[in-house]
C-alpha cells in the first residue's frame, strides 16, 4: 500500500520491501561485523532501551556440507563433516559414524568404544569452555575469557595425545577409530582430567557466584517448561527449563549405559541457569571419562578393516548423539552406491536459535548478549 | 596493465617519515644541526654584562653548573614549565602511560598470560610507543554524515578538558599550576565538562551505536556526579574552605578516610562510574553496542580521547587522595637538615652561585620531593585500586547501575553528612583538625 503512495517507489528493485518508518523505534543491525553477534546478523528493533522485535538472521558461513557429502565416499566424508563445528569434532562426527555402521553392518570393537565415549567427553569440555570464555566477554568479564581459554589448553593436549591434532581430530571412522592411545595415556588422562575438575570449581568464585552477574542473568529472558518442549529447543536450553532430556540417557549409543552419569536439570529457565547447565555437564563429563578408563578393555583392536569403497545398501537410517549444544542428528539415505544419496544434519545450534526471538522481545538491549550467547548457539553450525 | 602514479596522501607522507625516522634524525644531526650553527654566526646576538652570546657560549654556559643551574631553576618557576611539564600533563601523561602499561600486565597476570611481551625486549616495555605510532599512521576516517567541526573538536577538547582537572590537583608544597580559593568548586565545574563533551561527540558522529552510547554516558555520569559531590561535603564542613590546598593542610595529622569511609567508599564507586570503567563501562559496552561513543573515532582521534580517559583517572585518583588521604602528607623519606656529608658528596657547585642548598638534588626543594614522592606512592596505590575491578566484575545493566546511583550511592552520601555533623556539633572536630 505504501508503495502505491509513494510515486518514487517505481525506482526501486522489486522484492525490496518498505517499511513505514516510526519515529520513536531504532532499527539496529547488530551484526555479521558486530562483537557481540558472532557470525551472524540479529535486526534489532528497539523503543529506548527495550528490545520490541527481533529478527535473527543466520546463513553468512553455509558452506553446503550436505551437498559436498554426497559426492564423497564414505570414509572421505569425515574430514570436511566436522569443519562446522571444529571445537566439537568428534561429536559432529559421532551420528555420522554410529549411522555408516549401521548402513554397513559393521561391529565396532569393545575398547573402540570406550574411546570413542572418552574422546566425545573431552570435546565437550573444549568446546564448552570456548562457549564459557564467549559468554565471559559477553558480559564484559575478561577474566572469564582467559580462564577457560588456558584451561582448554590440557583437554587439547590430551586430544593432541590421543588423535595427533589439536582441533579437527577426525578421529571417528565408520568401525572404530583411527588408532589408539600412546602408551601410558591412562595415567596422564586421570591427572589431567583431577585437575581440570579442580580448576573448574574455581570458576564459581570468579564467575557463577560473582553477584553483578547474578544479578544480571538472574530472571532474564526465562523460557518456560512448555514453551521450551514448543519450541523445540535442546540440550541445555531444555535442561535449563526443567525437561529432563538427554540422548546419552534417554537413547543410549555405544557404552553410555554402562558408565555411571547423571544428567543435570534446572528449573528457573532463565540466563543464569541455561549458563550454568553446561558448567555442570563439564563435571559430569569428567566423571564419565574417569569410569571409562577404569571400565575400559587394557588392550584389542581399536578399528575394523573395511573394503576400500564400502557401499551401502538400499536404505536409510537416522542417528542422534548429544552434543555439546543439544541433539545432534544424522540421516543418511543410502541407495546403493559408494556415497550417500543424501544426508541430512540436524543440528541442535539452528533449533535453539529459534528460541531467540521470543526470549529477546521485550527484554532491554544490554541483555542482549546475555539472551543470545546462553542460548548454546554456534552459528556456524547452524548455517552448516 | 598500466601504472598509475600514487596520489599524494598525508597518511603515505607519515607513513615514509615512520619508515625513515632513523635517517632522519642521523641526517638532521649530522647536517642539520651544524648548518643552522653556521647560519646563526651570522646573525646579532645579544649582548649580556658585555658577553656575547652566541650559541657555542649558550652551550658553554650549559655545560657549565654554576651557569646553568639558575638558568634551569629560573626555567622551573615560570608557568610555562608547571603547565607543560612538572604538576601539570607531562607528568600526568606520564603517569597515565604508567598505567596504562601496568594495567595491561596486572590483567595479563590476573588472567594466567603474559601481557605485552616482545616489543622493547624486556616485557613489552615500549609497547605503548609502538601503539601511539601504529595510531598516528592510521588514517582518519570520518562518518560522511557527521558534524565535522564538532566531531573533529570533541577529542581534543576531551584531553584538554582532562588536562585541566589536572591543572586544579595540588601535587607538593607550591607546586599547583591553579591555585584557587574554590578548588573544589573548580573540579566540579570541570567534571561536569565531560557528559557534554561526550554527547556532542557522540551526537556528532550521526551513527546510531555511538548515540546509544553517548545517552547512556549522559544517563550515568549524570546520576553518579550528584553522590561524587555529595561524598564530599562532609570534608568542606569539616574543614570550612574549598580550597585544596587548605584541605591537605588539615590532614596533617590525621587523613579523613579515618573520620568518613562511607564517604570514602561512595566516592571511590563514583570515580568507577565517571570513568567508565569496569563494572561501569555501559557507554563502551564492546558486546552490546560496539564500542559506544567511541565507535566512529579512528586514528589519532581514538589514541587522543584514550589519553584524555588516562589523564582523566589519574585526576580523579589524585582528587581522591587530596580529598581522604591526605595528599603530600607523609613521613620523611630522607632528612630534613641538609647534611654535611651529603654536600660533599654531591655535584660539585659554588655555593654562593646558588640559592638552593641540598646538593645532591639541588633543583628542588625538599619539601616538594617528600611531598611527590608520598603523593606519588598514595596515587599508585589508589589508581591500582581502581585498575582491580576490570579483572573480577563483568558489567552490570543500565537499571541497576541507575539503582546504584539513585538509590544507594545518594542515601550512603548523606548518612556521610550527617556523620560530619555529628563530629561539628558534637566538638569532636572542627576547622583546623582535633579540638
Known sequence: ?384 | MSVIAPKFRLGYLIKAITDNIFWIIVLLTLIGLPAVMIVLIYIDFPVIDGEIWNPFRVFDAMTHPERSLPLVKNFMQTDFFKIAVFPGLGFAALIGGGVIFVERKLLAKLQLRVGPFYCGKVEGILQLVADGLKLISKEIIIPAKADKPIFWAAPVLFAATAAAFVALIPVAPGWVVADIDLGLLAVFAVIGFFPIITVLSAWSANSKYPFIGGIRALFQMVSFEIPLILSLLGIVMLTGTLDLVEIIESQVNFPWIIFMPIGAIVFFICILAELERIPFDLPEAESEIVAGWLTEFSGMMYGLVQLGTYIKLYAFAALFVVMFLGGWNGPWVFPIEPIAEVITDGIVIMPGALTVELSGLPLFSQEMINGTIWFVLKTVAVIFFILLPRGVFPRVRIDLLLKIGWYKLIVLAFVNIFIALALVYSGVIGPGGIM
Request: one cysteine or more.
Open chain 1, 1 to 384: 500500500m505504501t508503495s502505491q503512495a509513494n510515486p518514487k517507489n517505481k525506482e526501486i528493485l522489486p522484492g525490496l520491501q518498505l517499511e513505514t518508518v516510526d519515529d520513536k523505534i531504532m532499527t539496529l543491525n547488530v551484526g555479521p561485523q558486530h562483537p557481540g553477534s558472532g557470525h551472524m546478523r540479529i535486526i534489532l528493533k528497539i523503543d529506548g532501551d527495550y528490545i520490541v522485535h527481533c529478527d535473527p538472521d543466520p546463513g553468512y558461513v553455509h558452506r553446503g556440507e550436505e551437498k559436498m557429502a554426497e559426492y564423497r565416499n564414505y570414509i572421505t566424508n569425515i574430514p570436511h563433516l566436522e569443519r562446522p563445528v571444529i571445537h566439537d569434532s568428534c561429536n559432529i562426527l559421532y551420528p555420522y559414524c554410529l549411522g555408516v555402521e549401521e548402513l554397513l553392518g559393521l561391529e565396532v570393537p569393545e575398547r573402540a568404544k570406550y574411546l570413542r565415549v572418552i574422546a566425545s567427553e573431552l570435546n565437550r569440555c573444549v568446546y564448552t569452555q570456548y562457549w564459557l570464555a564467549i559468554y565471559g566477554i559477553f558480559l564484559g568479564h575478561s577474566t572469564m575469557f582467559m580462564w577457560p581459554m588456558g584451561d582448554r589448553e590440557l583437554v587439547i593436549d590430551l586430544l593432541e595425545k590421543m588423535t595427533g591434532a589439536r582441533v579437527t581430530h577426525s578421529y571417528f571412522v565408520p568401525g572404530g577409530v583411527r588408532n589408539d592411545t600412546p602408551p601410558n595415556f591412562e595415567d596422564v588422562c586421570l591427572r589431567q582430567v583431577n585437575y581440570f575438575e579442580k580448576r573448574l570449581k574455581e570458576y564459581a568464585d570468579i564467575f557463577y557466584d560473582n553477584p553483578i552477574l547474578i544479578s544480571r542473568t538472574k530472571d532474564t529472558g526465562i523460557l518456560s517448561r512448555e514453551d521450551a518442549i514448543k519450541l523445540g529447543t535442546t540440550g541445555s536450553v531444555l535442561r535449563a527449563s526443567g525437561v529432563d532430556f538427554d540422548i546419552r540417557k534417554k537413547e543410549p549409543y555405544d557404552v553410555y549405559e554402562e558408565l555411571d552419569f547423571q544428567t543435570n536439570v534446572l528449573k528457573e529457565g532463565d540466563s543464569y541457569a541455561r549458563s550454568k547447565i553446561p558448567w555442570l555437564d563439564m563435571f559430569e563429563s569428567c566423571r564419565i571419562i574417569r569410569d571409562a578408563l577404569q571400565k575400559m578393555p587394557k588392550s584389542g583392536s581399536v578399528r575394523i578393516k573395511l573394503k576400500p569403497n564400502p557401499k551401502g545398501g538400499d536404505t536409510e537410517v537416522y542417528r542422534r548423539v548429544e552434543s555439546g549444544r543439544g541433539s545432534l542428528g544424522m540421516h543418511i539415505v543410502s541407495r546403493g552406491k559408494p556415497q550417500p544419496y543424501r544426508l541430512k544434519i540436524s543440528v541442535g545450534s539452528f533449533r535453539n536459535l529459534i528460541a531467540m526471538p521470543h526470549l529477546l522481545t521485550g527484554e532491554m538491549l544490554g541483555n542482549m548478549p546475555a539472551v543470545y550467547w546462553s542460548l548454546n548457539y554456534w552459528p556456524v553450525e547452524a548455517d552448516r
